[in-house]
């Protein structure tokens, strides 16, 4: 009698996620984003007896729709699915050239037929995230965009699931978001046509009195947009919402830590591992809600096949979210990427050794920008001109600033995200399933994921080759003794300075060891 291995029975478990997409065909909308191409790339590998991907895409920078597509594959992203199903997989993939802020997404008569005749699920992902985007624009891509895409959507004939990618974000009046619908702030299809209706000068003088209390466009426009879905989902229209929180770099697959943007921890992780960031307005023992994006597509992909194989429709608003059970302050996000960088992997050219500190106080915060951060700006800014070259930190400085205009009230508050659908969702997936489609953190190390995050966002987005680690290595001790050298000559003493001690509630070893008890996961669909 044969006896098979813990490894191999869970390898012959069957992958009913994968068996969703086998010969249905899907449709993708913002495909070229982050989360979109991370989405694709999964199907793809995961479940390569997709019939087709349709890539909803519009011409961008002078390049038309189809030279993006081959940009798109030429990322590292997608070598993993190459080497793994070969360059025939992406044949796969198809482009539909179009605009979700166009009528009928801008999509041709031709292909408007094929689309309708023959997509089974669409995933909505296109929308701008930028928190500084003006209102209309933002109104009319994320929420007209939307409302565009629900329509054509509508006409789709074989349609079994259009899933629509928001925020837990949206709701922020919500200290207690629950996975379930709320009312919007204003009526969507008013707010599209007052936009319509209005010049960008008038808007531009209302936005703030239309804002509310919203801090930005990007959560108004997303709460909108919801009431939109929800709306068709009353009809009975095959809709869900996933609501994931801020999405980061990659844990797992297919590429540790990769990334194409510096939004979330990394931006912050990169701008104080360049000696630039030096203080920060900051509940220093808050945290703030992250999930690793290819975690957040696993609970896409979960989600999906709950809804078309389990025919559960009743959890059709869910979180991808992880703080209710994973918690990293600011302080440790601080502690542990300025020990990773400066002891590891120190980014090329910095201007001081990392540094700094969070202040409660907004007025000594303020105070600290002008003394450590537009100060210095302009003394090296003098120095560069002087050099022959062109200065840039005050540049810099105003990015930062404005970057902190955002950060500062999501740091400073603090919400919670339900997802009890998740403690359902874990009980119907397979070992095979929860390994293959990971949405929790048992085996997260911290410090190892954000090792990960700066050597790919060193490599990814500062384009800062391996072969200059040992410069960079060496750039960063003289930055050391210049910093105590300077610290002594000026008797710099920062507020607030950091004890090195890790707030108690929600301390990283406590976390670590709730994981291993088996009672610490990210939540599902998170």
């Known amino acids: 009698m044969v006896t098979m291995s813990t490894d191999d029975e869970i390898d012959s478990l069957p992958d009913r996620i994968a068996n969703t997409f086998i010969g249905r065909t899907v449709f993708i909308t913002g495909g070229s984003g ?29 390049k038309s729709s189809y030279q993006r597509i081959n940009e798109l594959f030429t990322s590292p992203l997608f070598d993993l699915l190459k080497s793994t199903h070969g360059i025939e997989i992406l044949k796969k993939v198809k482009v539909i050239a179009g605009d979700v802020m166009l009528p009928n997404l801008g999509i041709s008569d031709e292909d408007s037929t094929l689309l309708q005749s023959s997509v089974d699920i669409v995933y909505h992902c296109a929308a701008t995230i930028r928190f500084d985007e003006a209102l209309k624009p933002a109104v009319l891509l994320n929420v007209r965009g939307t409302k565009y895409t ?17 925020t837990s974000y949206c709701h922020l009046n919500e200290k207690v978001l629950h996975e379930k619908a709320y009312p919007p702030p204003a009526d969507p299809h008013k707010v599209i046509r007052a936009m319509e209706i209005l010049d960008d000068e008038m808007v531009n003088l209302i936005s703030k009195n239309v804002l509310g209390t919203f801090p930005n466009s990007y959560a108004y426009t997303k709460c909108l947009a919801e009431h939109l879905v929800v709306e068709q ?137 002008i003394l450590f951060h537009i100060i210095p700006a302009y003394i090296l800014d003098f120095f560069i001109f002087l050099s022959g070259h062109k200065p840039f930190m005050r540049r810099v400085q105003e990015r ?49 994921y954000f090792k990960n995050c700066i050597l790919a966002a060193r490599l990814y987005i500062l384009k800062e080759y391996p072969e200059t680690l040992p410069a960079a290595r060496r750039h960063m001790k003289i930055m050391f003794y210049v910093d105590v050298l300077c610290k002594t000559l000026f008797f710099e003493v920062e507020p607030d300075q950091p004890t090195g001690k890790r707030p108690k509630e929600k301390s990283l070893l406590k976390q670590r ?10 939540g599902y669909l998170r």
């Open 150 to 166: 629900l329509e054509f959507s509508k006409k789709i004939k074989p349609l079994e699931f259009f899933l629509y990618v928001s």
């Open 233 to 369: 989902m009353q009809t009975g229209f095959p809709a869900a919402i996933a609501r994931p929180s801020v999405v980061i770099p990659v844990w797992k697959e297919p590429l540790p830590g990769w990334t194409d943007n510096i939004n979330g921890p990394t931006g912050l992780l990169i701008g104080a591992g360049k000696g630039v960031i030096r203080t920060m307005y900051c509940n220093n023992e808050g945290y703030a809600d992250y999930l690793p994006v290819d975690i957040a597509v696993n609970g896409l992909l979960i989600g999906t096949w709950n809804y078309v194989v389990n025919n559960d429709h009743k959890r059709n608003i869910f979180h991808l979210t992880s703080s209710q059970e994973w918690q990293v302050s600011w302080q440790e996000v601080i502690d542990i990427g300025k020990d990773i960088i400066v002891t590891e992997v120190p980014l090329n050219g910095v201007v001081w050794y990392p540094g700094g500190s969070m202040k409660k106080s907004k007025l000594l915060h303020q105070i600290c920008v």
């Open 513 to 522: 060891q709730h994981c291993k008890s088996g009672k610490q996961t990210l």
């Open 400 to 448: 930062i600033s404005k970057g902190f205009e955002v950060f500062e009230y999501y740091a400073n508050n603090q919400w919670e995200f339900r997802n009890e659908h998740v403690h359902y969702i874990r009980k119907v997936l397979n070992k095979k399933e929860r390994r293959e489609y990971k949405v929790d953190g048992e085996d997260m190390d911290i410090r190892e």
């Open 34 to 62: 982050f989360l979109g191409r991370v989405l694709l790339e999964k199907i793809l590998r995961k479940c390569p007896e997709v019939k087709t991907i349709y890539l909803l895409l519009r011409t961008k920078k002078g």
